[in-house]
C-alpha cells in the first residue's frame, strides 16, 4: 500500500482543529471495477471536522496518483447525466468563448454538445486518466492534473470544470492556479454536486476518498472570492449546482465559512445504518436478492454491515461488467441477468439515479422487487 497524506489542518481555514467524527474501517480506495485475480488495498476513512470552518473533511488522503491510476466512467452513464452536461452545456453557451480549457473532460461528453456549433472557438481538455474518445479539429487533449501542468504563456477566456473541484486536495491551489490561467474578464463555469441535498436524504456517493471535503455554494464563494473571482450567475437542482463566475482585478468581499455540517454528517450516517439494519431484516427470508451499482454506494452498504447474501451486482456499465466490485468478492452482470429469475429482488441506493434505475430493470423483468 502506498503511503497515505495526512490532512491535518482545514482545507479552507489552514488551522489544526480538526476533530474526528466518524471512521469507516478498512474501506475500498477505488470506487470500480477489477478483474477477479487482482488485489485490493483497503484503508480507514476517517472523517473529521474542522471547528473554525465547520466543514467535514477526510483527513487521510490517497495520493492523487494512486488514487486515478485507473478511471470508473463515472458521469458517463445514464440519463441524469445526459441531462446534466445538455443543461450545463447550454449554461455556458449563453455566454462568449474563444479558448477554452475543460479541466477533467473524461471522454469528451461535454464537448459533444458544441460539436454543432458554428461559431468558432477552440476547446482544450485536460484530464489525468480517461481516454477522450471526440475526434475535432478544434479539440486539443491534455494529459495530467491541473497544479501540475505548464501551459506556459497560454491563457484561457473560458474556463470549465464539471464535478471536478470535490475530487481536489487543496480547492484554494486549484483555483488559484485557474485564475492565473484566465484573462481578466474571462469567466470560470463549475458544476458542483448537491451536496446537502445528497446528506440530507442519506445519499452514498458524495464523501468518499475522492470526494474529500464537504462543499456547497457558500464554500465556493469564499473559495472565488479569496482568488479574485466575483459570481455571476448560480442555478441549482437536486443533482447539481451551476455557478458562473468572472475574474475580477480587486479581491471581492466574502464571509468566512462558519456553518457547522457536523450533525448533517452525523443524521447521514444514522440513517444509512437504519436503513441497512431494515434491509437485512428483510433479506433473512429472501433469495435471489440483487445489489444495483458497481460503484461507491455499494461499498458504503457493504462496508456498514449490509449483508452478502446477494446474487450479483448489476451495473450498465459495459466495462464493469463480470468484473468484481473493488474490495469486495462480488461479481458485477449485466441488469439483463434479471430476466432469468422470477420476482427478483433488487437493493437501490443509487441516489439521485435510483427512479431511472428502477424503471429500467422493470423494463427487463416486471416482476423486479425492491428493498
Given at each position: 500500500m502506498t503511503k497515505t497524506i495526512k490532512r491535518d489542518r482545514c482545507v479552507l481555514t489552514d488551522t489544526d482543529d480538526l476533530t474526528e467524527v466518524y471512521t469507516f474501517k478498512d474501506f475500498p480506495i477505488f470506487c470500480g471495477c477489477v478483474d477477479s485475480e487482482s488485489e485490493d488495498v483497503l484503508c480507514d476513512m476517517s472523517w473529521s471536522v474542522s471547528e473554525s470552518s465547520g466543514i467535514i473533511q477526510l483527513n487521510q488522503l490517497i495520493p492523487l496518483d494512486f488514487l486515478y491510476s485507473v478511471g470508473h466512467n463515472s458521469g458517463n452513464i445514464g440519463k441524469t447525466w445526459r441531462e446534466h452536461h445538455k443543461n450545463f452545456s447550454e449554461f455556458i453557451k449563453r455566454g462568449n468563448y474563444k479558448n477554452v480549457l475543460e479541466i477533467g473532460g473524461a471522454t469528451g461528453n461535454l464537448f459533444n454538445n458544441f460539436l454543432t456549433e458554428t461559431k468558432y472557438f477552440t476547446w482544450n481538455i485536460l484530464e489525468p486518466c480517461s481516454e477522450v474518445k471526440v475526434r475535432d479539429k478544434r479539440l486539443r487533449v491534455h494529459r495530467g492534473f491541473l497544479e501540475r501542468y505548464d501551459f506556459g504563456d497560454e491563457k484561457f477566456d473560458t474556463i470549465i470544470h464539471s464535478h471536478v473541484l470535490e475530487h481536489t486536495y487543496n480547492p484554494l491551489e486549484f483555483i488559484e492556479k485557474i485564475s492565473d490561467l484566465t484573462v481578466l474578464g474571462g469567466t470560470q463555469y463549475i458544476s458542483i454536486p448537491n451536496m446537502r441535498y445528497a446528506l440530507e436524504m442519506g445519499y452514498m456517493n458524495m464523501l468518499t476518498?475522492?470526494?474529500?471535503?464537504?462543499?456547497?455554494?457558500?464554500f465556493l464563494k469564499c473559495v472565488l472570492a479569496r482568488k479574485q473571482f466575483v459570481v455571476d450567475e448560480i442555478v441549482e437542482n437536486n443533482h447539481s449546482i451551476f455557478i458562473k463566475?468572472?475574474?475580477?482585478d480587486y479581491t471581492p468581499e466574502f464571509e468566512e465559512y462558519f456553518s457547522s455540517h457536523k450533525e448533517l454528517f452525523v443524521n447521514y450516517i444514522d440513517k444509512i445504518l437504519k436503513d441497512i439494519e431494515s434491509i437485512n431484516q428483510s433479506m433473512h427470508s429472501l433469495d435471489n436478492v440483487f445489489l444495483?451499482?458497481?460503484?461507491?454506494?455499494?461499498?458504503?452498504?457493504?462496508?456498514?454491515?449490509?449483508?452478502k447474501n446477494i446474487v450479483n451486482i448489476l451495473d450498465n456499465d459495459v466495462d464493469k461488467q463480470d468484473k468484481r466490485l473493488y474490495g469486495t468478492d462480488l461479481i458485477v452482470k449485466d441488469p439483463k441477468v434479471l430476466y432469468n429469475y422470477t420476482e427478483p429482488k433488487v437493493i437501490i441506493r443509487a441516489g439521485v439515479y435510483s427512479e431511472e434505475i428502477k424503471a429500467q430493470l422493470l423494463s427487463i423483468n416486471p416482476t423486479t422487487k425492491f428493498l
Open positions: 476518498f475522492e470526494h474529500s471535503y464537504f462543499i456547497d455554494i457558500d463566475a468572472t475574474k475580477v444495483f451499482g458497481g460503484h461507491v454506494w455499494s461499498q458504503y452498504l457493504l462496508s456498514m454491515g449490509l449483508s
